[in-house]
């Protein structure tokens, strides 16, 4: 199984840290958050990964290299400017396979062994699974209802009471964005769950471990706190 991390963002909401640095490459417990996934990865078994990159995309080649140092192959997906999470898997679909892959945002931390999650098989009908989070203060709405039988369930239904935000990570099948009838260049992934999800295509499970979404510089802070203790 190939594995890819998404890492082209701007990270406007992290300035001035990211004035110079990609968010991917800030660091919690000295050590950048993509180096948390990578070693991850090379845990679970996985071997290649693909990385996009575009907003000070070479500083982030220049860190990781081939990957030799975690006995990963990486390969690189570059984009002229940033095209959103579903137009970055889109461009890289050559590099992805036609194996389901594991979807890893950049800017999340997560104590889940991914090995956990790979091991589960996407049978001939499902087109990806979702790892949700409890929604935490800062998103309280959540993303994504949840049945009873893991199926993912319309967003639209604000008030079902099994609601869950979206952790970043994620097993998907290549089909579930290379057959997504709106592709274009530049979108965001979450179009394609919304179809997937009216085909009851999608499914979840919910983590109940240690989360983070580093989107602001108080959040960095708290997952320091957190990894230093």
């Known amino acids: 199984m190939k594995a890819m991390i998404l890492a082209a963002g701007l990270g406007n909401r992290m300035r001035p840290l990211t004035d110079h640095t990609p968010k991917p490459l800030l660091c919690a417990n000295?050590?950048?958050?993509?180096?948390?996934?990578?070693e991850n990865l090379q845990r679970a078994g996985i071997r290649e990964v693909i990385i996009n990159l575009a907003y000070l995309g070479e500083k982030i080649r220049t860190k990781l290299g081939s990957g030799e140092r975690w006995n990963l192959q990486i390969q690189y997906s570059q984009e002229p400017e940033p095209l959103e999470t579903g137009?970055?898997?889109?461009?890289?679909?050559?590099?992805?396979?036609?194996?389901?892959?594991?979807?890893?945002?950049?800017?999340?931390?997560?104590?889940?062994?991914?090995?956990?999650l790979i091991t589960r098989q996407l049978n001939s009908s499902q087109l990806g699974h979702l790892l949700l989070v409890p929604n935490p203060q800062f998103h309280p709405l959540g993303d994504f209802a949840l049945s009873d039988a893991g199926l993912l369930l319309e967003d639209a239904q604000k008030n079902h009471p099994q609601r869950f935000t979206f952790a970043g990570i994620s097993l998907l099948k290549p089909e579930l964005v290379a057959h997504y009838p709106n592709k274009r260049e530049k979108f965001p992934l979450v179009e394609c769950f919304r179809h997937a999800i009216t085909q009851q295509k999608l499914s979840g499970q919910v983590h109940l471990g240690h989360w983070s979404d580093v989107g602001t510089p108080e959040r960095l802070q708290e997952l320091e706190d957190y990894l230093s203790v």
């Open 30 to 38: 000295n050590k950048p958050l993509i180096e948390y996934h990578l």
């Open 87 to 116: 137009g970055a898997i889109l461009q890289a679909l050559d590099l992805l396979g036609n194996e389901a892959f594991l979807l890893i945002n950049g800017d999340v931390w997560c104590d889940l062994e991914f090995s956990k």
